[in-house]
C-alpha cells in the first residue's frame, strides 16, 4: 500500500502570481518589478512623490522599428513640475533598469498618491524589563544568546 504524498504549504505569492501578472500586463507592464521596485529604480526622493500607472507602448507598423513606450506617472500635485524637471533622469534610470531603451518619454497624471503605509518598526524594549527578564535566564550560558531571549521577552510582556 502507498503513502500518501507530502503535503506542502504554498507561499501565497505563488498563489497570486498569475492574478497579478495578468492585472500588471493590462497596464502594459511585461514584469511588476518598474511598480514593486520603483523607489529602488527612481530614487527615494523621486517616489516619495510618484508611482507608476501603466507604460503606453505604441502599436507596432510593420517594417519599421518599434517605437519606446510612454510612462505614465501619477505625481502629488505641487511637486509634479519637478518631476517634470527630473524627467530625464527618470528616464534614464528606468532604461538603466530594463537595459534597454524601453521608455522613451513621461506623462504625468496629478492626483494624490496610493500609499502603501508600512507599519512601524516598534520601539525597543525598556533597559529595566530586559533586566528583569534576563534575571530569570540563569541558566542560559551563552551571554548573546541570553541578551537576544531577555530582549524577546521583554518585548512580548510589553504587548
Known sequence: MSKPGRITAKPLSVLL????????????????????????????EIAAHSEPIKLQWPRPVEGQVQEPATLVLRVEGPTALEIQHSSDVILERVNRFFGW?????????????????????????????????????????????????ARLGAAIKRN
Open 17 to 44: 502570481d498569475d492574478v497579478f501578472s495578468q492585472a500588471y500586463a493590462k497596464q502594459g507592464f511585461a514584469a511588476r518589478e518598474l511598480v514593486t521596485r520603483w523607489a529602488e529604480i527612481a530614487g527615494k
Open 101 to 149: 531603451s524601453a521608455v522613451g518619454r513621461l506623462a504625468l497624471r496629478q492626483a494624490p498618491l496610493a500609499r502603501r503605509d508600512r507599519p512601524r518598526r516598534p520601539a525597543p524594549p525598556d533597559p529595566k524589563s530586559v533586566a528583569k527578564v534576563a534575571e530569570t535566564l540563569s541558566a542560559v550560558e551563552d551571554e548573546q544568546l541570553r541578551d537576544a531571549l
